[in-house]
C-alpha cells in the first residue's frame, strides 16, 4: 500500500520568504509527527497531532513555524520569514494508533535550502 | 544528561564480523523502545521494536536493560549491506508519548 508522501521533496528558497511542507499520512494513521533533521545530525521533534489536534507544540524552534492537520489526514508545517538555519530535511511520519507506543513510519522528507 | 545517548562511531568493521552497539536512555518511565536503520539522504525505517525479555531477527538481536537504562543491537555476520546509522528510539509512557531519538550510531562494513 502507499506509504508517507511529502512534498515537495527539495525546496529552495529565499531568506525571508514563507514556506509550507506537505505531509500525507499512511491512511488510518491517527498519529503524525514533524521531525527536523539538519546535516549529519539527529532528528529533532518539532510537532506531532493525535487526530486533529497537536497535544505537545514544545518542540517548535519559533513563532515562525506552525502546522496543521484536517481531516486526520494531510499536515502541513509552515515556515514564515524563513532563516538560513532552518536549511534542514524536514520528515513526517505517521503511526496508526498512540503516539510514540507504536512504529512510525517515515516519509522521504523535504530538503529546505532558504539562501 | 540527553535524554537519548549513543556512541556516534564510526564503527568500521569487515564483513562477517559481529558488532553491537549500545544506548542509554535518562527517563525510567520510558516503555517503548525501537532501534531504526537510516542510510544515507533517506528516511529512518524500523529495523526491530526491543522488547522486554529480548529478541531476535535472523542475525540481529536487541536487548533491554532496564536495571542500567540501556537497549543493545548486535549485529552478527556483518554484510556490506548493513552500513548505515543505526537510530536507538525511546518512548516514555503516560503525558505525550513523544518518541526521542538517539542521534545515531554510524555504521560501515568493509570488504
Known amino acids: 500500500g502507499a506509504g508517507v508522501s511529502q512534498s515537495p521533496s527539495n525546496k529552495v528558497t529565499e531568506k525571508g520568504k514563507d514556506v509550507e511542507l506537505r505531509c500525507d499520512p499512511i491512511s488510518g494513521h491517527t498519529a503524525l509527527y514533524w521531525y527536523r533533521q539538519s546535516l549529519g545530525q539527529g532528528l529533532e521533534f518539532l510537532i506531532y497531532f493525535q487526530g486533529n489536534s497537536a497535544p505537545d507544540k514544545s518542540g517548535l524552534p519559533s513563532d515562525r513555524f506552525s502546522a496543521e492537520r484536517t481531516g486526520g489526514s494531510v499536515s502541513t508545517l509552515t515556515i514564515q520569514r524563513t532563516q538560513q538555519e532552518d536549511s534542514a530535511v524536514y520528515l513526517c511520519?505517521?503511526?496508526?494508533?498512540?503516539?510514540?507506543?507504536?512504529?512510525?513510519?517515515f516519509g522521504p522528507g523535504t530538503r529546505l535550502l532558504v539562501l | 544528561r540527553k535524554e537519548v545517548e549513543q556512541d556516534p562511531g564510526p564503527f568500521n568493521v569487515p564483513e562477517g564480523a559481529t558488532v553491537a552497539f549500545n544506548c542509554t536512555y535518562s527517563?525510567?518511565?520510558?516503555?517503548?523502545f525501537f532501534w531504526y536503520r537510516q542510510d544515507c539522504r533517506k528516511e529512518p525505517k524500523l529495523l526491530m521494536s526491543?522488547?522486554?525479555s529480548g529478541n531476535e531477527d535472523g542475525r540481529f538481536t536487541a536487548q533491554l536493560n532496564r536495571a542500567s537504562q540501556y537497549i543493545s543491537l548486535l549485529i552478527r555476520d556483518s554484510k556490506l549491506s548493513d552500513s548505515a546509522t543505526y537510530l536507538c528510539v525511546v518512548a516514555a509512557s503516560g503525558g505525550s508519548y513523544i518518541p526521542t531519538f538517539g542521534r545515531g550510531t554510524s555504521l560501515i562494513v568493509h570488504p
Open positions: 511520519a505517521s503511526s496508526e494508533l498512540v503516539a510514540g507506543a507504536e512504529t512510525q513510519y
Open positions: 527517563n525510567s518511565a520510558s516503555q517503548s
Open positions: 526491543v522488547y522486554s
